[in-house]
């Protein structure tokens, strides 16, 4: 039996309220909260222990979606996102989203939440220590390889753990491509918009006609749950935004990397 309680439906619009604000401020997305909240709520639903993880990533995609464009809109009025660099790394996201979410539908849930636990948690440390010891930014050009990369690395991140892959590209983006935290995060936001549509693309094809879909699925991306949380993420993406302009580099990337950290260990805690 399916259930949408009133209290489940006001814990999602909370949540994903959060999620889209974290979103807009980090540019990682906002999958790091919908994720863990769809694998908290969605049992209470009703939904199959053996779909619970799958349906999770996939919906947190397709929600990050409108969420990732809302975000990247407002990086752009701010001169936050430099297109000739961004071209490239949604090329390399695209190919990472598709091969992420391959790999993602063949691993079980308990194995896919281990391993999301552990990314968190390890791009937290790197981003944490390396800190102090960033680079100078860069002044010229941006090798067509590094964005390459930085982009396979973000989309296949983003498709395999459900999380928009700013998660991984935003550390990639200050620490190899050498650029400041503001034009990472809006680079981050657009990289996102193709990653997360590509990702759930590929959830709703490996869960098509699945046996035990709840009502209003397409493949395991759940259309009820995302029409309920997709108004606030967006809506709050953009407040994110603001405020993301107004804090200084040192707090943008100690919120990030302690945020990080908090959702792995209690994914990893979870499990035990």
């Not at 194995?111 to 390396?130: D, E, H, P, R, T």
């Not at 040192?250 to 950290?261: C, E, P, T, Y």
Request: proline content about 6%; overall charge positive.
């Amino acid at each position: 039996m399916h259930v949408y309680s009133l209290q489940i439906i006001l814990l999602l619009t909370l949540l994903g309220s959060l999620a889209g604000f974290l979103a807009g401020l980090l540019g990682i997305g906002g999958g790091i909260i919908l994720v863990p909240l769809f694998l908290w709520v969605f049992p209470l639903c009703g939904f199959s222990p053996e779909i619970v993880v799958h349906a999770a990533f996939g919906t947190s995609l397709a929600i990050i979606i409108p969420t990732s464009v809302s975000s990247t809109l407002g990086h752009r009025k701010q001169g936050n996102v430099d297109w000739h660099q961004v071209m490239p790394l949604v090329s390399g996201g695209l190919v990472g989203a598709v091969v992420g979410a391959s790999l993602a539908a063949g691993l079980s849930g308990p194995w896919l939440k281990g391993l999301f636990g552990g990314m968190q948690i390890l791009v937290a440390l790197k981003l944490y220590f390396s800190h102090p010891y960033f680079p100078p930014e860069r002044s010229e050009k941006v090798p067509l390889r590094l964005l390459l990369l930085v982009g396979l690395c973000g989309g296949g991140f983003s498709a395999f753990f459900g999380v928009g892959g700013g998660v991984i590209a935003v550390p990639m983006m200050i620490m190899i491509l050498h650029l400041p935290i503001h034009l990472a995060v809006g680079n981050s936001s657009a990289l996102i918009v193709v990653s997360s549509l590509f990702g759930a693309l590929s959830y709703v094809f490996y869960g098509w006609k699945l046996p035990g879909l709840p009502p209003f699925s397409l493949g395991y991306v759940n259309l009820l749950v995302m029409a309920i949380v997709t108004p606030f993420t967006v809506l709050f993406a953009r407040l994110g935004v603001r405020v993301a302009g107004r804090i200084s580099h040192d707090k943008l990337v100690n919120i990030f990397a302690g945020l990080l950290m908090l959702i792995g260990l209690r994914m990893l805690v979870r499990l035990l």
